[in-house]
Each structure stands twice: as C-alpha cells, then as structure tokens.
C-alpha cells in the first residue's frame, strides 16, 4: 500500500462542488488521518444545545458560543472536546518546574497539531483550566475508512489548507468558510466569493 502523507491538523475545506449535504460548506479539522483512516471534526456546525446541557462541569471553559457543535454524522451520542492551550506550538517544558503538565502539554490534553489538542473530557476539568485558551465541545465526528478521504481528495471534494488556532474557536463559525478561503494565497480565495445558491446568479 503506498505511504499516506499525514494531513493531520489541516483543515478541510468543503468545494462548492461537493454534493454531501451533512458536508456542505463544511470546514472539518482533520484530528487523525494515515493509512487506516481519518477523523475529524466540523468546525462550522454549532448546534441549540449548550454546552451546559450535556457537559455542565466543561460549560465554563467553553468559548462562545457556548453550544454543543455537530462534529460530524458519525457517532452523534458521543462528545470529543477540542481546546487551544496557547503557547505549546514550540513549548519546551522549563527545568525543575513541578506543575500539572507533561511534556506535551496540560494533562488531560494530547497535542494533535501546534497548540491544537484533543481534550481528555473524563479529567477533571480544572486540571486544565488554567491552561486552556478556548474549548469547544463536538457530538460526533466525521470518518472515512482507509483510502476513502484521499479518493474524495482526488475528485476535487476538499481543498486541504492549513489550519490556525482560531480556527477552533471561532466566535462566528457561520462565516468560518468563507473566511478560511478568503486568506488564502492562491485562486482558492476567489472560491469565497461563490454565491450560496449558483442558480440566483
């Protein structure tokens, strides 16, 4: 089998050509991806219910809007936190100093990309409250089996751009799509110009 390049902590950007409603103008974090699969989560989907509502003891350290996102169509009973612990994309941990951390990071967090983490949401969440810049709170995810992302990839479904750490905390995820193509260097900056709906044009 060839060697899958790792996409792990870009983003994927939903093409307007991309037929999946549960995808449409998506912007899916790709938490995990190699050659047995790929994991993500939907940063643009927030839902009505808050955080609050399902996780009350997470609910303070969640960012606006403190709501429940949907991550994706599969698995939608389960919960995956996602947090920005700022200032661990080069952190090296200081000599001597005894703390709640390890060397990647506040326990209960596991680096995915920079300072981009998954959150342990079994921990007590003030294990990390000092330490987490923003917190978001997703049901379900979204998962393609071995090859299935790259054959979408090859069809033109997604663009893969790179990911910022405002990306997950986004206080407006509605205009999340078109703000990530907007900053593009290339063609893929014009795509943020595409009308919702091409037939009004």
């Known amino acids: 089998m060839t060697e899958v390049s790792s ?3 870009r983003l994927l950007v939903a093409t307007p050509a991309l037929a999946d409603p549960n995808f449409d103008r998506a ?3 790709l ?19 808050g ?27 389960s919960a995956l936190g996602v947090a920005v612990v700022p200032g661990e994309a080069g952190r090296a941990p200081e000599a001597g100093r005894v703390s709640s951390r390890t060397e990647d990071g506040p326990l209960g967090w596991r680096r995915v990309h920079g300072a981009i983490g998954l959150v342990d949401l079994e921990a007590p969440p003030e294990l990390l ?11 379900g995810y ?8 790259e054959d979408e990839l090859s069809e033109g479904a997604w663009y893969v751009v790179e990911s910022e750490p405002g990306d997950v905390s986004s206080p407006a995820p509605e205009r999340l799509w078109r703000a990530v193509l ?3 260097r290339s063609e893929l900056a014009m795509v ?10």
């Open 51 to 77: 955080v609050g509502d399902i996780l009350e003891s997470w609910a303070a350290l969640a960012g606006e809007p403190g709501v429940v996102f949907q991550g994706g169509p599969v698995s939608l009973d």
């Open 182 to 184: 907007r900053r593009q």
């Open 31 to 49: 938490l995990d991806h190699d050659e047995e699969g790929s994991l993500g989560v939907v940063l643009n989907r927030p839902t009505p219910v």
């Open 129 to 139: 409250a000092a330490a987490v810049g923003s917190l978001r709170i997703f049901a």
């Open 27 to 29: 912007v899916v974090l």
């Open 192 to 201: 943020a110009t595409y009308p919702d709906d091409p037939s009004l044009n």
């Open 7 to 9: 996409l792990t902590g």
């Open 142 to 149: 979204a998962g393609w089996g071995p090859g299935q992302l």
